[in-house]
């Protein structure tokens, strides 16, 4: 609630310090005595763009402070912190604006200089006003909907949705994320694999071109190789002129000597060795010899392959390591963006998942509304009835989204009619600001428990009614602020009775000067009872007098 407002050369007023009671605040005086004036000071510390004419003639400034009791500063605290601003000490909000004529106007929250822009974002946390003015909250369809939902015991479902909401929004983040990613184009993605097929086709390996490279030098030699070799078998051979003939006969005279001479033996057996040496060395050259004897096709293909071979080495780095790099660069590439895609029909799967889900908790949260719907616009347009509409009526109408959004497939309108057969009009089009004000007020009276807003402002809630309807009004704005600070400016003595504190606004003037003063009049004591008196007619009567004692006395 609002506990303290200090207003200085506001208009016609020179200085007050109000301390409001919890309630309803009865806002009295004559047409034209300045009762705006506190609805101005709470219009400046809201946020709204302010002319600098309402600073008080003759005066450099203006200035409005308040201090408000927050029950529950939570919301409010988070608010701040988001904005780099204090928070409020044991639940108290501060705020103040200053006006100056020829200065820059200064804003402070908590006092911390702040921006209009963030004073008037902080305005949702704390009022909400009602009258010839557009409405803050009421009026915008979203917080119909927060309110419909309020009202129907939807929190919990709405929260479910909106928690499977957001899932559903990181996971369609992300399938956007991975597919602008840079993705192959067929062209690339054939080249590249056909590169990569061509070094595996090799068997690009250290061994295998190691024994490719060998067996290709032997194949382009074979016939240089296998002359020489035979050449080699002919000179070891057993034949005239051969190493084997002429160690025959080498050996024939080394046995004459050992079986004359022992010290000749170990000669002999030396020269036996070498004649069989010579013998497996002939053998040995001769198979080298049918080795070389490859089949032409093996050749073909060895000779085939380390072309194919030499054309990688020399396309993709000139040596075996470089190769096998570049192969692991183009599996990588490939393997990247098959990757990518399985990650993506997954997702994508995910994703189509969760979107059916959601689907049945918005069709879910839609039935809870339509439900609600019709409950809440009987109760309103019953409600109605009290506040002066014979015939009036108020639908809740749930409109269908396309899409889903992030309050569901559905949100809703509050639409009224105060005539039968009159076609029903959005609340924000409603000719006549007292059918809006009545209107408002029977919402919130039905939606005053749900509502978390503590302070409310109406301004010419009983405009074109009295009598009844008006006893009606005032109890039900007294319903009201039972859970909520009222700031009424009225003229009807029915509505100002019930206040819990009642303000009179004056007006006076002399020949060169007017000003306003503003005062509380004290329970119900003699200046409340002349009050309500010249609000029913003439304050000198007996018979308002009377009436004025009755209304105090009959108050809710």
Not at 7 to 28: F, Q
Not at 53 to 60: D, K
Not at 120 to 137: M, N, Q, T, V
Not at 389 to 397: G, H, P, T
């Amino acid at each position: 609630m609002l506990q303290h407002l200090h207003i200085r050369n506001l208009a016609l007023l020179e200085e007050v310090s109000l301390e409001p009671e919890a309630g309803l605040v009865a806002i009295t005086g004559e047409t034209g005595a300045g009762k705006s004036v506190i609805l101005g000071a709470l219009d400046m510390l809201s946020g709204s763009r302010v002319d600098k004419t309402v600073i008080r003639q003759g005066q450099e400034t203006c200035s409005v402070e308040a201090g408000i009791w927050l029950d529950d500063a939570l919301a409010v605290d988070s608010f701040l912190e988001g904005l780099g601003l204090p928070a409020c000490e044991d639940g108290q909000l501060l705020l103040s604006r200053t006006l100056s004529r020829k200065k820059m106007a200064k804003i402070h929250i908590n006092g911390a200089l702040t921006t209009l822009q963030n004073l008037k974002a902080l305005c949702e946390y704390w009022i909400d006003f009602h009258g010839p003015s557009e409405p803050r909250k009421l009026f915008r369809e979203r917080y119909q909907l927060e309110m419909l939902d309020e009202d129907g015991g939807l929190g919990g479902r709405l929260l479910e949705y909106q928690v499977a909401y957001g899932e559903w929004k990181e996971a369609l983040a992300r399938i956007r994320e991975l597919a602008s990613q840079e993705a192959l184009s067929p062209d690339q993605e054939a080249f590249y694999r056909s590169q990569l097929e061509e070094i595996d086709a090799l068997d690009a390996s250290e061994d295998s071109i190691g024994k490719l490279e060998t067996d290709y030098s032997r194949f382009s030699r074979v016939k240089e190789l296998s002359q020489n070799a035979q050449q080699v078998v002919g000179r070891l051979s057993s034949g005239q002129g051969g190493v084997q003939s002429g160690l025959s006969d080498c050996l024939r005279y080394a046995r004459a000597l050992g079986a004359v001479d022992t010290e000749a033996v170990p000669l002999l057996e030396r020269m036996e060795g070498l004649a069989i040496d010579a013998q497996d060395l002939a053998a040995e050259f001769q198979s080298y010899c049918y080795g070389l004897d490859v089949e032409p096709g093996l050749i073909t293909q060895t000779e085939d392959r380390m072309t194919r071979w030499q054309s990688v080495k020399r396309r993709f780095g000139g040596t075996l390591e470089s190769v096998l790099a570049y192969r692991e660069e183009l599996s990588g590439k490939l393997n990247s963006r098959e990757d990518v895609e399985a990650m993506l029909r997954e997702l994508e799967q995910q994703a189509s998942a969760m979107e059916k889900e959601l689907g049945n908790l918005a069709r879910v949260l839609t039935k809870g509304r339509l439900e609600a719907a019709l409950d809440l616009s009987g109760l309103v347009s019953a409600k109605l009835k009290n506040l002066g509409f014979k015939k009036a009526s108020l639908e809740i109408r749930v409109v269908p989204e396309q899409g889903l959004k992030e309050y569901g497939d559905s949100s809703c309108q509050f639409l009224f009619s105060a005539n039968p057969g009159s076609e029903k009009l959005p609340l924000n089009r409603i000719a006549s600001s007292g059918e809006t004000a009545r209107v408002l007020l029977a919402l919130k009276t039905i939606l005053a428990k749900i509502d978390s807003t503590p302070v409310l402002v109406f301004d010419e809630v009983d405009a074109n009614i009295g009598g009844e309807v008006g006893m009606a009004v005032g109890a039900e704005l007294a319903s009201i602020s039972q859970n909520h600070q009222i700031f009424c400016v009225t003229h009807l003595p029915q509505v100002a009775a019930q206040g819990n504190q009642h303000i009179l606004v004056q007006k006076h003037q002399t020949e060169d000067s007017t000003w306003v003063e503003i005062a509380p009049l004290p329970g119900k004591g003699k200046g409340r009872v002349d009050e309500l008196a010249r609000m029913l007619g003439d304050r000198n009567s007996k018979t308002a007098q009377k009436h004025a004692k009755e209304l105090l006395a009959a108050k809710h």
